[in-house]
């Protein structure tokens, strides 16, 4: 369903993506790890071109684009079929949680103001805000926040949704909350790809976990492949390093 082939990126002399190949198919939910500054972020944005890669090619879904000679085009294309839930959520502070969600949907969805609403009302109901539709950010929790975020990308109904560190902001009692409705929304078979700290949900929700390091990936397969057989010696120094952090239980 998607596939990277040969993603580069370089910001000023600093090479960030080394060549990246990936391969998702339809239903996974695909955890990226790595220590700090490999080049996970970068590696998501290059997805959906809020940073376009100096050369290699992005495919979702049929549609085919070559990073360097990509088209404004092409780009908006692309960019219907994925949504993105940031690590600092991104709503819009002055809107009511209701409105953060139909907004997209009105604006680049064309979609009528009452379609909107119904489903921005469904997929609240999804994150379990149902009862928050009439407040603004500033009232809500972190964790809530970030389940509007979740919600907005949700209605957008997209072909896969790109987390970004999604609970890195959180306090730490709030993760929970955040990562167990990414576990549900992950049940329905909604195409994800998350870069996350969070050891213990790639282990337990993800069904393929990436590891990359210094902007390449050093190592994927199955949780049970990374986490208890790791092939590269990189892999198991970093994992043994973040032992004490899987403390998320299901
Ligand atoms: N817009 C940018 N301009 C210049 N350098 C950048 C830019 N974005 C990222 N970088 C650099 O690229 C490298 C990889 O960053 P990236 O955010 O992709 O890493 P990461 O693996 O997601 O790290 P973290 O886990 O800390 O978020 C870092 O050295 C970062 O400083």
């Not at 949780?223 to 973040?242: A, C, D, G, N």
Request: with cysteine; net charge neutral.
């Amino acid at each position: 369903m998607i596939t990277l082939t040969n993603i580069h990126k370089t910001f000023g002399k600093q090479e960030v993506l080394k060549g990246i190949d990936l391969t998702v198919e339809q239903g996974d939910v695909v955890a990226i790890l790595g220590p700090s500054g490999s080049g996970k972020t970068t590696l998501l944005r290059c997805v959906n071109f809020l940073e376009r890669a100096d050369e290699g090619e992005v495919q979702i879904s049929g549609l085919t684009v070559d990073c360097k000679h990509a088209r404004k085009h092409d780009i908006v294309q692309l960019r219907r079929k994925t949504a993105m839930v940031f690590q600092h959520y991104n709503l819009f502070k002055h809107k009511t949680v209701l409105d953060n969600v139909t907004e997209g949907l009105i604006i680049a969805q064309k979609m009528s103001k009452s379609d909107a609403r119904t489903r921005a009302l469904r997929v609240l109901e999804q994150v379990g805000l149902s009862a928050k539709i009439n407040e603004y950010p500033s009232m809500l929790s972190g964790g809530q926040q970030q389940r509007v975020g979740i919600a907005r990308a949700l209605a957008l109904n997209p072909e896969v949704i790109l987390f970004d560190e999604p609970t890195s902001a959180l306090d730490p009692e709030l993760v929970g909350e955040v990562l167990s409705v990414i576990r549900s929304i992950a049940q329905e078979g909604i195409t994800m790809i998350v870069v996350t700290h969070e050891m213990g949900f790639a282990r337990e929700v993800a069904n393929r976990v990436v590891f990359m390091d210094g902007g390449s990936v050093v190592e994927e397969g199955t949780p049970e492949e990374v986490f208890v057989r790791p092939k590269q010696e990189r892999t198991r120094q970093f994992l043994s390093r973040y032992s004490s952090d899987w403390s998320y239980v299901i």
